[in-house]
Each structure stands twice: as structure tokens, then as C-alpha cells.
């Protein structure tokens, strides 16, 4: 009895480790660090401040472009159909056609950029602009989309959808890059 106790013991575990290295792992698992980062803000109106973006680079970064975007588009469908994965443990097709919509809707495109900036080269310089373009596609998408939502008025929208939030970006930027320097030395091969 003892031995089959062992040996499905193994099964078990050599399964679970098999699952946990698999893609679909990975992109559920940065699906959820998304929905996670939401709730991690600072509520402020139109648009509040969060640690989505940074979870969005580095997905791009540590996924590689296609994983990167199905994990982000699994974020976004989770929302849509009722789990309060969003800001505030918010949820719901409206949020996509609210004033934070564009950011939504702009990572998938993000994590695609940085994935696919990176692909060839790791090196620091390209690591640090693919981050920096991801987040700024993000800002400027958000912010013209906020744009709607100010009458048109696109300065008004990208101050307070994009400047105000210039600093603390860059400090998600620059966590991100040290971040993926150091979870990359552990595990270089993230599907």
C-alpha cells in the first residue's frame, strides 16, 4: 500500500511541476498579477493610479509577445464577464467604455510591444526602452481615449490622464527593469 501511496505521490508532483512550467500557467498566473496590481491604487478621478502597467511590461518581458497578450486578454475577459478584477474591484463591459477604457483596452497592445522589442535582444538599453515604449503606448492610448470624455479636449485629457501620471510611471518603469533582471536570472526560460 505504502509503495502506490509513493508513486502517486510522484505522479502527482511531477504533474503539478510539469503544469506550473507550462505556458497556460504562466499566462493564467500574469492574468491574475494583473488583476492583483488593480487593486493595488490610489483612487483618484478620471483615472486612478494602479500597478497594472508595470505588471503589463512585465509580462511582455518575461512571456514573450504572444503569451504576453493572451495573458492580458484573459485579464480583460475576466473583468468583462463579472469578476472584479478591475480598479477598485470593479468589473463589467462599461469599464471599457468609461474613462479608463483606453488604458484597458491598450495592454494587450503594450505587452505585445515590449515581448516583441525584446525577442532578439535582452540587453539593458533595449529592455529599458521596450518598457518605456510599452508604458507610454499606454499613457497615450488612455489618454485619448480619456479625451472623449472631456469634450475632446486632448491637453486637458493628457494631463490628467498621462503627465500627472509621468513620475510615478517611471518609477513602475525602472521597478520593471529590476524586476525582470532579477526573476530572469532565476527562471531564464519562462515560456
Known sequence: MQIREKA???VLIHSLTKVRSSELFWIFAF???TAISAQINIPTQPVPFTLQTMVVLLAGALLGSRNAVYSQIIYLVA???GLPVFAEYSFGIAKLFGPTGGYL???PFAAFLV????EEK????VLFTA????QLLILIAGAGYLSLFMGGDINKALFSGAIIFSVWDLIKTVAAFGIYKTVSKKYPNLP
Not at 515581448?115 to 525584446?118: E, F, N, V
Not at 518598457?131 to 510599452?134: D, E, I, K
Open 79 to 81: 473583468g468583462i464577464l
Open 31 to 33: 492574468s491574475f498579477l
Open 115 to 118: 515581448g516583441y522589442l525584446i
Open 105 to 107: 483596452l491598450s495592454f
Open 122 to 125: 535582452r540587453n539593458a538599453l
Open 131 to 134: 518598457f518605456f515604449t510599452g
Open 8 to 10: 502517486g505521490s510522484g
